[in-house]
């Protein structure tokens, strides 16, 4: 798995750098284009939207979709990049190591877009399971997120919902 991780990563998600694109000069690893945290925010969206053990394909569609225009991916990356956090999903023991990585790289704002893809995650189906609901809770605690952050960030969720 760590062989075909490294493999997508060297020959598909190069990151932005200084000496690809002179207009990021001084940004170095850590940052928005770097793959280790385009992949632990996946592996945070694909672990809710499995938390209520059912991986709808209004889940898979969000999660495509917002890679590909957070992290300016095609549509073929993406679904490569959504596979390999998959993965490491399954295989992980806890999700501290990619809340920690993200913790460390992402500033506030940029932890707070996150929430609110986690919620449009777990509304994408159309319903809150209590098992979505504990881990979103749980994610915006180990994203050190203030507290009311994350019932902002769903409200704003909710209120962009057509009625039914």
Known sequence: MLDALKSFFTKRVQPVTAATDP???GE???TAADPRLRNAACVLLLELAHSDDEFTADEQSLINGALMRHFDLDAETAQ???ALADQERRSATDLHQFTSLINRHYDEGQRMVLAELLWRVVYADGQLSKH?????RKLATLLELRPGYL????????GERPSS
């Open 151 to 158: 019932a902002e960030a769903r409200k704003r969720v909710i």
């Open 132 to 136: 979505e609901d504990y881990l979103a």
């Open 28 to 30: 170095t690893a850590g």
């Open 23 to 25: 207009s990021r000069r």
């Open 80 to 82: 490569e990049a959504m």
